[in-house]
């Protein structure tokens, strides 16, 4: 059995990194279906799961997709942060919406591709946004035109978004045909709207369909919108004439000593039920047509800052500032004996959040749609609440009806048998330090130096060596808060246009790369006589880069940035147009130089479907051609037709310099020789993007890719294959790994083990072992198949004595450090584990309005 690897260790928890509060969330809503035609229920087909929006207080909004295969009902991690859109800086997301950027495209039983959706925000300004999700930048703007936007809404054919504004106002903007205009201004009436949203599509009338065009299949599916509804800061529901543009009714809701009341939440049902939340924790349900209160429910101590609705549309979630998430379902009650009614009743409520919740949304979406055309959904799959707010954590919970009758229903992120809201477990997506499920801590191994980034600065700290223990004394994790373990070396604040995206340190502390959408900056590090550091920007450093990148290119920003083992050479991946450039850093008074620009990642002649096309391989290698380190050559632009766009947002090298390897959101993974600065092999592709990529220090030439789904592939650069050795532990990981609920983060490797031959004193080979990490636990797993052929020999030779099963011998796993931000080696047998507890981040936040008290009757 192997033996336990002993290791020094460095606890951090003095980095003071702050996790953005959650402000929205967003999920893609379903195409409508056809009018005239019966709409085929979704349980005939395998059941996917769309993109999850979540939008934060600094700008920032983070997708998250789902970890699950194609068809499987089920995934352990749930979703997994995938891309970051930086928001600029200073700024917030208040609201959140998408749309679908051609309806008739997709099919209403079809879950949209993030392809085929458009995806619109608001920042508590006059200005709303449309984001470019492939490009990760803001695509177009357009201004309100009646002061500040306090919601927005999108219709069920996603072809107008209602604003409502400061003025009091209701603006329409048309989204025809991938456009963004204004198309109508409603009265205004004197109250902010701050909540809104649409009625039930009506089809059209058969005489309108057919004097428009007797020939057009387009006009026989078209929905009409007829009202919407708006909640406001003055005690009042509104609901509103589209066509006109002027209000039908007036619902008012309760004062308290003649104080107004604010509508922040309002919802509409299939059946036309109205339902609200307002600043005094009342729920209310109204009947659209007579526009009066069915029932009032007070069930909540602060105000309703949130709600949604269940897919069936017989179920309502609300929440706000006391933390409660309530559910509310609507149930068929007796009122004599032949006689028999529906009401609403509230069912349950949960606290699952230490502060204001400020967003919740439920997958699948509802779709307010009249009752002959209401969807159907597989009644033995639970639906996923989702929800978030100033504790920074998305809360994912099984929302399963506790009136439904079937016996056996799935629970999507595996937390326990049980699926109804009221029995479930929930579980939080752990938060992510930096954009893209990148981390903001970033190691100088032989400076001894740990930085840290935050939306527009950065921190520096340095880590001071410990005492060496003696050779039977237990290494015990020593606490750096003491002066002796660690001293803040530098802070500074940057100029930035948006939030960071990316920073790397060299190996030996000399430089230091960061960058934001716009401009990467690249700073020489030098130590002042006081022992801390003295940055020196490198001004021409953008020029450069400039002077290698397309005559059109705008920006010199960048995704992500590695130096190299020696701390000689840079590697940048390109924010806008995804390119890789590779600098030569050169001596302290000479000016960093590019050596050559690659455009693989560009090409998109070898995608089909997000997925890469079998024998387009050697069209990429074709268009190498040796670089000339003189002239610093570039890839050939491709076409416009065969160009793909795409994010490179992982990069490594091998720990003897010779391999560096580009991993993008596409799932595409380059390998590049850096000693001829050429390309060398593309991989095949993968259903998902690699979470972390890394070479294997005691072999170089074998590339370890992680994925979030806690899958891993092992494959050999030189021979271009995935060695038949490494198919045994691939496709064996423990299951306790595999189903852990947080999904991989990275992977380290003790420098200890460099070297093809390492031998310790008894001749025998220094096992070979990754140390993967996710937000909660840490895993070791030995990369060496020695173990596994021998059992594998013993079983195939019919052997009868049972062996110890693979995993005792080659897998540990540990789950003292929470929430973990970083893992890496400083030395050799020296690992740095960065935690941020979560009780050190919520003492940053205001008092919550509802504390547990322990012991307290």
């Not at 509103?240 to 007036?250: I, K, Q, S």
């Not at 430089?511 to 690249?522: G, H, Q």
């Not at 596994?788 to 019919?798: Q, T």
Request: hydrophobic residues 35%; contains cysteine; neutral net charge.
């Amino acid at each position: 059995m192997a033996e336990a690897t002993t290791l020094a260790l460095h606890r951090c928890r003095f980095v003071d990194f702050n996790p953005s509060p959650i402000t929205a969330l967003a999920v893609p809503p379903f195409s409508l279906p056809s009018p005239t035609k019966k709409l085929s229920t979704f349980g005939k087909q395998p059941l996917r799961f769309g993109t999850l929006a979540v939008g934060r207080a600094n700008g920032n909004i983070d997708l998250y997709d789902w970890t699950g295969a194609e068809g499987d009902l089920q995934s352990a991690q749930a979703w997994a942060l995938r891309t970051t859109l930086v928001g600029p800086y200073p700024s917030k997301v208040d609201s959140l919406a998408f749309a679908i950027r051609y309806p008739d495209d997709v099919s209403a039983e079809a879950v949209p591709m993030l392809s085929q959706l458009r995806l619109f925000s608001s920042g508590g300004g006059s200005d709303l946004l449309e984001w470019d999700m492939s490009r990760g930048c803001v695509r177009r703007t357009i201004a309100s035109q009646g002061g500040s936007i306090w919601s927005m809404a999108v219709n069920p054919s996603s072809t107008l978004i209602a604003l409502g504004c400061e003025d009091g106002t209701v603006r329409l903007l048309s989204l025809a045909s991938d456009t963004l205009t204004h198309h109508r201004r409603f009265d205004r009436v004197k109250c902010r709207i701050l909540s809104i949203a649409w009625g039930p599509p009506t089809p059209r009338p058969a005489s309108t369909q057919k004097n428009a065009d007797d020939s057009s299949d387009e006009d026989e599916d078209a929905w009409a919108d007829t009202w919407l509804v708006t909640g406001g800061s003055d005690s009042s529901l509104r609901k509103w004439d589209v066509a006109t543009g002027r209000p039908l009714d007036r619902m008012g809701t309760d004062k308290v000593r003649g104080e107004r009341t604010l509508v922040w939440s309002v919802g509409v049902l299939g059946d036309g039920s109205i339902v609200s939340g307002d600043s005094l924790g009342m729920v209310k349900f109204w009947d659209s047509r007579t526009c009066t209160q069915l029932q009032s429910f007070e069930a909540h101590g602060a105000d309703v800052l949130c709600l949604t609705v269940d897919p069936t549309g017989t179920a309502v979630y609300t929440s706000g500032v006391d933390q409660k998430i309530s559910q509310f379902c609507h149930v068929k009650t007796s009122s004599g004996e032949k006689s028999s009614s529906w009401r609403w009743i509230q069912t349950c409520s949960r606290r699952m959040h230490s502060h204001d919740v400020r967003a919740v949304v439920i997958w699948p979406p509802y779709t307010p749609l009249p009752p002959s055309h209401k969807r159907q959904f597989p009644m033995d799959v639970a639906p996923i609440l989702a929800s978030g707010g100033l504790d920074m954590s998305v809360v994912v919970t099984p929302a399963a009806l506790p009136t439904n009758t079937v016996v056996k229903i799935v629970n999507p992120i595996s937390t326990s048998t049980h699926s109804t809201f009221e029995d479930s477990y929930h579980r939080r997506l752990a938060y992510s330090s930096g954009p893209s499920s990148t981390s903001a801590v970033k190691i100088a191994r032989e400076a001894r130096l740990l930085c840290c980034a935050r939306d527009a600065g950065l921190s520096i700290w340095r880590i001071n060596r410990k005492p060496s223990a003696s050779p039977d004394e237990e290494p015990a994790a020593v606490d750096e808060a003491n002066a002796a373990g660690w001293e803040k070396v530098l802070d500074m604040e940057l100029n930035v246009q948006t939030n960071i995206l990316a920073t790397a340190i060299s190996s030996n502390g000399r430089w230091l790369a960061l960058s934001d959408l716009y401009e990467s900056k690249l700073f020489s590090l030098s130590f002042t006589p006081e022992d801390s550091i003295r940055p020196k920007r490198v001004r021409d450093f953008s020029a450069v880069l400039r002077a290698h990148l397309p005559p059109k290119s705008v920006s010199t920003g960048s995704l992500a940035f590695h130096f190299t083992p020696d701390s000689s050479k840079l590697v940048i991946a390109t924010a806008v147009g995804s390119h890789i450039l590779i600098i030569d850093l050169g001596a302290e008074d000479e000016q960093p130089r590019v050596l050559r620009r690659f455009d693989h990642h560009r090409h998109g002649s070898s995608i089909a479907s997000s997925r890469l096309v079998k024998g387009r391989v050697a069209d990429l290698e074709a268009a190498d051609t040796p670089a000339d380190e003189d002239e610093a050559e570039s890839e050939p632009e491709p076409t416009p037709s065969a160009i793909t766009t795409t994010s490179i947002l992982r990069l490594t090298t091998s720990f003897d310099g010779q391999w560096l390897a580009s991993s993008d959101s596409h799932g595409r993974t380059h390998v590049y020789n850096m000693d001829s600065i050429q390309h060398h092999c593309v991989l095949p592709s993968f259903p998902q993007a690699a979470q972390a990529i890394s070479f294997d220090p005691s072999r170089p030439n074998i590339l370890i890719l992680a994925f979030p789904d806690n899958s891993i592939q092992l494959f050999d650069v030189e021979s271009r294959q995935f060695p038949s050795w490494a198919r045994d532990i691939c496709n064996n990981l423990p299951k306790k790994f595999t189903r852990t609920h947080d999904h991989v983060l990275g992977v380290a490797f003790d420098p200890a083990i460099a070297g093809p031959s390492l031998k310790v004193s008894s001749g025998a080979s220094v096992p070979r072992y990754a140390l993967f990490w996710g937000s909660t636990w840490l895993c070791k797993i030995m990369l060496d198949d020695s173990g596994r052929s021998g059992n594998r020999k013993r079983r195939r030779e019919g052997d009868k004595v049972d062996q110890m099963p693979d995993e005792h011998v080659q897998f540990r796993m540990i789950t003292h450090y929470r929430p973990i931000l970083y893992v890496d080696f400083l030395a050799a047998g020296e690992l740095v584990v960065v935690e941020r507890p979560l009780v050190d981040v919520l003492a940053t936040l205001p008092p919550a309005y509802f504390v547990n008290k322990y012991g307290a009757t």
